[in-house]
């Protein structure tokens, strides 16, 4: 829905509630605006019309009285859940919400070209046109609001990029490729400027860093995440992904270094890397029990 009102009308709500967000604070998990209307409200909502054609005109009655059913318990809801998870936790849900409602700066498309596979061992001519080739790639992508591989596919990519094309005949020769003429001389014009880029401008990939000798440390980091989610009635899913995890172990800046993630657990495993908290399991191993905490 945001992402439809920031196409369309070239805006963003000021501020937003996720009542779905919310209830996850209350230990709710992923459950649908019915479950969550019945469970804190004990109001049912009729589903009958779900599949209803929403581009037609016009609606019945019956859709849309469930268009308004969708939104009319949404504030006695965000109430709701307020009073049961405290003011805390509705900071907490707060800032969720807001990251949710901010859109994610959209990445430089000249680094686009790292996430092929097998980039890191690109060099010379075919990094640089790899580059310009997925550069192209990701902005007709982002203008016509379409995902980069229905552009062109991992396959043409990898294709052109290995046999670098100059004509139209050669480029026949290449798999995965799209023949619309656009898209052909677009492609042809994108090896062309990464034959005449400057080597300089050529943005290359980071080291890729080798975590394998952390991989003790993050299955105990991520243990007592999953036990601190559990003790909070978070579902440990919602606090960290292994990515995550690894980040903050491998000394990355990451998410569990910001806001209530950081206070809920970044910080405890900072002091487990640091050495001041022990670990032990109680309860024939259904609990970590977490010493120094």
């Not at 019945?60 to 969708?70: G, N, P, Q, T, V």
């Amino acid at each position: 829905d945001l992402e439809i009102m920031r196409r369309e009308v070239g805006t963003l709500p000021s501020a937003l509630v996720d009542t779905q967000i919310a209830a996850a604070f209350a230990g709710a998990g992923n459950q649908s605006l019915l479950s969550l209307c019945k469970r804190h409200l004990n109001v049912v909502i009729e589903k009958g019309d779900r599949l209803t054609d929403w581009t037609a005109r016009p609606l019945r009655e019956s859709a849309r009285l469930y268009a308004a059913s969708d939104v009319a318990h949404l504030h006695a809801l965000a109430d709701e859940l307020r009073t049961e998870i405290g003011e805390e936790r509705w900071g907490w849900a707060l800032d969720e919400c807001e990251a949710s409602r901010t859109p994610p700066e959209q990445a430089d498309v000249n680094k686009a070209w790292w996430r092929v596979r097998g980039s890191r061992a690109l060099r010379g001519d075919r990094a640089r046109v790899a580059q310009t080739l997925c550069a192209w790639r990701e902005e007709t992508a982002r203008g016509r609001n379409v995902p980069p591989r229905t552009i062109i596919g991992d396959l043409g990519l990898d294709s052109v990029i290995s046999r670098m094309p100059r004509s139209k005949a050669d480029l026949d020769g290449c798999r995965g490729v799209p023949n619309d003429p656009r898209s052909v001389q677009a492609i042809l014009d994108s090896i062309e400027a990464g034959l005449a880029m400057d080597p300089k401008e050529l943005s290359t990939p980071p080291e890729e860093s080798d975590d394998r000798g952390l991989a003790s440390a993050v299955i105990l980091a991520g243990a007592i995440v999953s036990q601190r989610a559990r003790n909070l009635g978070l579902d440990p899913s919602m606090v960290a992904a292994r990515a995550d995890i690894t980040a903050i172990v491998s000394g990355r800046k990451g998410r569990l270094d910001e806001g209530w993630r950081e206070q809920v657990v970044g910080d405890l495993v900072h002091r487990l890397l640091a050495g001041e908290i022990t670990l032990r399991l109680a309860d024939s191993g259904r609990t970590l029990v977490i010493e120094g905490d």
